[in-house]
């Protein structure tokens, strides 16, 4: 499955963004999903993920009661709508796919073998 990221951008602090991660190739059926960030200098970090075979969600507690993970799997699309961004927000955003992720490597990138292409989010103070 090929995946494109979007919805990038540069927001004030407490300001929202909406990113969204498009499929093609194939539908998100029986999928994994997850987005993770990479801001200059670190490592890349979990941020949220969907199971589409039960709609478990999960977050980092960094972003807990801020980003909202979904999907809607008519379009074979990923969201990921963040709310309340703060300076730390920012960083490269990648989406990301998976068949076969057990729970406990979930928030493990080398766990998913399906990558977009990121998208930079950037936020002011």
């Known amino acids: 499955v090929q995946l494109q990221a979007s919805g990038g951008g540069l927001v004030q602090a407490g300001g929202s963004l909406r990113l969204s991660c498009a499929a093609s190739g194939r539908t998100f059926s029986g999928y994994t999903l997850v987005w993770f960030r990479q801001g200059t200098g670190l490592e890349r970090e979990f941020v949220a993920g969907?199971?589409?075979?039960?709609?478990?969600?999960f977050y980092a507690d960094s972003v807990k009661g801020r980003f909202s993970i979904s999907v809607d799997s008519a379009k074979s699309t990923l969201f990921l709508q963040m709310n309340s961004l703060q300076p730390e927000d920012t960083a490269v955003y990648y989406c990301s796919a998976s068949r076969s992720v057990i729970l406990s490597n979930l928030r493990v990138p080398s766990s998913y073998n399906y990558w977009g292409q990121g998208t930079q989010v950037t936020v002011s103070s």
């Open positions: 969907i199971r589409s075979t039960s709609s478990n969600k």
